[in-house]
């Protein structure tokens, strides 16, 4: 069975967690359901995973800390740095802003 893709801008170290977390900005994203199976695919890394839970929020309502776990900062990284690396995944003309809604999906490796 084919599952609708998940890109990741990089293979995080959080893709090698039983459970982990991502952020997708509302900017043409594609929107994924709890309980939908998806192909989490990377540069080097493809796997399967369930979509346990999803929320929205804005992206400056989010914790430092998740941005932190979510973006894998480097001791010292600034919220807009963070801001920089969350949007390599969207066109330079659209980068994450403190108002833009997203979406916060927990995922679980099947």
Not at 9 to 28: E, N, P, Y
Not at 38 to 59: I, Q, T, Y
Request: net charge positive.
């Amino acid at each position: 069975m084919r599952f609708r893709k998940m890109d990741f801008s990089q293979d995080w170290k959080k893709l090698d967690d039983r459970v982990f977390a991502t952020i997708r900005i509302h900017k043409g994203d594609l929107r994924y359901s709890p309980d939908e199976n998806v192909e989490v695919v990377g540069p080097r890394k493809k796997l399967a995973a369930n979509v346990l839970l999803s929320w929205n929020c804005k992206l400056k309502d989010i914790p430092l800390s998740f941005l932190e776990y979510d973006l894998e900062a480097k001791p010292g990284e600034t919220r807009q740095k963070l801001y920089s690396k969350l949007g390599k995944r969207y066109p330079m003309y659209d980068q994450p802003e403190d108002n833009d809604t997203v979406t916060i999906y927990l995922l679980e490796r099947l």
